[in-house]
């Protein structure tokens, strides 16, 4: 049975959107879930390597002058924010699927690292719209197979100072989440990292991102 490029990308988006909302990030009675949405960020705690991620992240969403996610996003947003300790230029890979048209934007940062304040400003940004190398159907169908709404870092997070570092952001509707992961190459035997390095390798492949892996 063969579908239309339009009827695998409505079930993509169903499929994904229905899952996203129901992994919620506490546990409740489902009375008090309904119509309460859903954020899970890391905790405020200056010794947690996650939340220092996640500070770095608000402030570079501020200085693009870009929508924050953390209220949600009507129909589907996905960031992956590339921060590789050795290099002047980071990344910022965005997905987004709304009135029902997917759009993809990279953003190319020169970024120069404050040590008095620790902080990161933004030198100068890039940015470009791209489509996917080899169509949105494949690349959706092999995107989302990777299950990165799920995604969750299975050991603690530590910033690296020799590699690389990923941010993911996901936003629908219902829910919001954030998760750091450093180096995952290093941690294959993880799924959820194994499966981030192949969502990394493909966004390489299909929109031409260098990766950043070692």
Known sequence: MSYSIKTV???????LILTFQTNCF???NLKDTINVFKRGIPQKNKNNSEYQSYILKQAKVQQLKIDSLEDGYDSLEIRIWYNPSWSLYHYLFVLKFSNSIWAA???KLEIKWNDRQLTEIIVDVQINNKIPKNGWSIFLS???ELKINELSPPIPCYITTDGTGYDVEVAS???????????PNNYKDYTQLKNLVTILKLIETEFGIESYLQ
């Open 9 to 15: 990308i409505i079930i993509l988006i169903v499929e």
């Open 142 to 144: 092999k995107f989302f």
């Open 173 to 183: 509707k219902k829910q919001y989440s954030f998760n750091s992961f450093q180096i």
């Open 105 to 107: 934007s990279i953003y």
């Open 26 to 28: 506490c546990q409740s």
